[in-house]
Nanobody
Framework: VQLQASGGGLVQEGGSLRLTCAASGRTFSIYRVGWFRQAPGKEREFVTA????????YYADSVKGRFTISRDNAYNTVYLQMNTLKPEDTAVYYC?????????????????WGQGTQVTVSS
């Protein structure tokens, strides 16, 4: 499974961005796709995840009500719509694919990772 994340950029506080994670390869083996982020000097943290077939959705408390994850199975793509962005959302965002049921909110629960895409929110 290969993952390609895109859509990052520079946005002002209160603005919006949409990230895209395109999956290729053995996508039929994907159980869920998650987004994580890592700010400078901080550990990677869970943002949100969606199960590939049933569409179960999970969010970190810090993004609930502002971020929306969705999927387009026909195109093997997962989207992360980020609204009302805050400076503390500034980080490199990574998408990841997990092949089995596991802990959704930890990095070890995912088997494949895409390259990161930088999101910078200015105040």
């Amino acid at each position: 499974v290969q993952l390609q994340a895109s859509g990052g950029g520079l946005v002002q506080e209160g603005g919006s961005l949409r990230l895209t994670c395109a999956a290729s390869g053995r996508t039929f083996s994907i159980y869920r796709v998650g987004w994580f982020r890592q700010a400078p000097g901080k550990e990677r943290e869970f943002v949100t995840a969606i199960t590939w077939s049933r569409g179960g959705i999970y969010y970190a408390d810090s993004v609930k009500g502002r971020f929306t994850i969705s999927r387009d199975n026909a195109y093997n793509t997962v989207y992360l719509q980020m609204n009302t962005l805050k400076p503390e959302d500034t980080a490199v965002y990574y998408c990841a694919a997990g092949l089995s049921v596991g802990v959704i909110s930890v990095s070890d629960g995912y088997d494949y990772w895409g390259q990161g895409t930088q999101v910078t929110v200015s105040s």
